[in-house]
């Protein structure tokens, strides 16, 4: 017997729709989901389903993707002594403590969008100087 090439070996559409078209529920469904969809559409569903589980880059907390504002505004990783954690774009506030940083991070969200606006629009340049020294090389 010959070994199979792959030239030999084909998608099959008709089965990968019928796959595509099982019904199914979302993963997240014993922390509350209540979603049901086919198959094919279920990585998009979680992608953006409130109740998938998130960890916070600050304090490494897990919480729901539905909480994440309520997350956010009291997090120990952010509310807490010493640099902000926007530092790496910009920010040079040094909080002395966790209430001097709830307050700065109230007070400051314009100078810290302009900061991320910065940062992006460098981005946006180092990605089309990259572009440009792709399509030389």
Do not use: P
């Given at each position: 017997r010959e070994p199979i090439t792959s030239n030999q070996?084909?998608?099959?559409r008709a089965?990968?729709?019928?796959?595509s078209d099982l019904p199914c529920c979302c993963a997240n469904k014993e922390y509350g989901c209540r979603w049901k969809g086919k198959l094919g559409k279920l990585q998009s569903h979680v992608n953006n389903c409130d109740y998938a589980a998130k960890q916070c880059e600050f304090c490494e907390e897990m919480y729901q993707q539905k909480e994440e504002k309520n997350h956010l505004k009291n997090c120990a990783g952010i509310y807490k002594p010493g640099?902000?954690?926007?530092?790496?774009?910009?920010c040079q506030f040094k909080a002395e403590g966790k209430d001097d940083m709830k307050k700065h991070m109230e007070e400051d969200?314009?100078?810290h969008l302009y900061y991320q606006a910065r940062e992006q629009e460098e981005m946006r340049k180092t990605a089309i100087q990259l572009k440009k020294k792709a399509r030389t090389t």
């Open positions: 070996i084909f998608k099959d089965k990968a729709k019928e796959i640099n902000c954690v926007l530092e790496t774009i910009g969200a314009a100078v």
